[in-house]
């Protein structure tokens, strides 16, 4: 083994979570950038990719995502990362097996829980996200490069979007699932949200307010896009240096 992977190895790893039509190739270099800033492995697991027809429950997914995390590190201890989405996912994990994660970090929640499931906000974004499932390829496109505040930066987000608009069935599921969930939060204190001031998709107003609720630290990036991790990874890896650091 050599002195790298033995330092990898040694602390608890990172697993980031998406939403969405969140295959594991739409975090880019993020992981790399990540892996190499913190000095440990980051685990990616993808809510797309396991939503089969078993997947009744936001329960069933956080037991896949914790069988795929002991395959690859051999344990269960880790931190959370979510994007949009991925955030009821990350919630679910905590509350279910809170002695297993050591700290939450939501990225631009969408967090459809008993409580805010009927904020107006939340309605329009979860039209947006219908409408997504019957525009052409090349309106799903323009929608989706809304994710970045920048995307002529990021040239592989047009060859990854050629066929977005056959992909959007596993949108509805994923909102189905999380509604019928049910599930009300409350989530420990080593939870920390991160949110774009210029986020087209999820209103920042939506993690203020959860912020405010659950009177956690929240700290607001002024012209990245819904897609943190890829608009600024620096200022990502930044604040989940020092909050995953304080939690280890």
């Known amino acids: 083994m050599t002195e790298e992977k033995q330092l990898l190895d040694h602390f608890s790893p990172v697993v980031l979570i998406r939403g969405l039509l969140g295959e594991n190739y ?12 913190l000095q440990r492995k980051v ?3 993808s809510l797309r990719e396991q939503l089969s ?4 429950s936001c329960a069933d997914l956080v037991e896949t995502f914790r069988t795929q995390l002991y395959e690859q590190t051999q344990g269960y201890s880790c931190h959370l990362v979510s994007l949009s989405l991925g955030a009821n996912v990350a919630l679910q994990w905590q509350h279910q ?3 297993e994660i050591k700290s939450v970090t939501l990225i631009n929640p969408l967090v459809i829980d008993r409580e805010h499931r009927w904020h ?16 052409t390829s090349s309106q799903s496109r323009r929608w ?12 592989e987000l047009t060859e990854m979007t050629n066929s977005l608009a056959l992909r959007c069935e596993p949108l509805v599921k994923q909102i189905k699932l999380f509604m019928q969930s049910g ?15 210029h986020d087209h998709w999820v209103h920042s107003s939506l993690s203020y307010a959860l912020a405010a609720k659950w009177q956690v630290p929240l700290f607001p990036h002024l012209s990245a896009g819904h897609d943190l991790a890829l608009d600024d990874p620096r200022w990502v890896c930044e604040k989940l240096t020092d909050w995953v650091t304080h939690y280890d």
């Open 53 to 56: 027809s078993q997947t009744q």
């Open 43 to 45: 685990v990616l697991v």
């Open 183 to 197: 599930s009300s939060f409350s989530p420990k204190g080593s939870l920390q949200l991160l949110v774009s001031r």
């Open 120 to 135: 107006p906000r939340l309605w329009w974004i979860l039209l947006k996200i219908l409408v997504l499932s019957v525009l």
């Open 97 to 99: 097996f809170s002695d």
């Open 144 to 155: 989706f490069k809304r994710l970045s505040a920048w995307p002529g930066l990021h040239p």
């Open 26 to 37: 739409y975090w880019l270099r993020f992981q790399q950038i990540l892996e190499q800033t």
